[in-house]
Nanobody
Framework: QVQLVESGGDSVQVGGSLTLSCVAI????????MGWFRQAPGKERDGVAVISGGGWTTYYADSVKDRFTISRNNAKSTLYLQLNSLRPEDTGVYYCAADQQICADILKGREVSDARTGFRYWGQGTQVTVSS
């Protein structure tokens, strides 16, 4: 079993930056594909970014390309999301997700933003609020 614990959420101004972290506790060495998702009030949870087990391949939702960067440190069992140039529409609860499968088998040709299913493990979320 794996537990995912997110941190780093905060309230920031438009144009600001944040770094989110997600620590995997338990059988973290079995994990392969990991990702970040977000859910705004009253909306579905959407995929933001996904990263392969070795960290060499990344996938982003169009809305965050060139602003967000996903990375991982497997030695520390930690997943990161660097958020830059934040906008009010980036507001939401950000969730970390992980699975033993490779990303291609989870995404199955879907856009990252639509990949709401497929990950076995989920964190509890961390709140990001962007205000103007």
């Amino acid at each position: 079993q794996v537990q995912l614990v997110e941190s780093g959420g905060d309230s920031v101004q438009v144009g600001g930056s944040l770094t989110l972290s997600c620590v995997a506790i338990g059988d973290s060495h079995s994990l392969n594909c990991m990702g970040w998702f977000r859910q705004a009030p009253g909306k579905e949870r959407d995929g933001v970014a996904v990263i392969s087990g070795g960290g060499w391949t990344t996938y982003y939702a169009d809305s965050v390309k060139d602003r967000f960067t996903i990375s991982r440190n497997n030695a520390k069992s930690t997943l990161y999301l660097q958020l830059n140039s934040l906008r009010p529409e980036d507001t939401g609860v950000y969730y970390c997700a992980a699975d033993q499968q490779i990303c291609a088998d989870i995404l199955k040709g879907r856009e990252v933003s639509d990949a709401r299913t497929g990950f076995r493990y989920w964190g509890q979320g961390t709140q990001v609020t962007v205000s103007s």
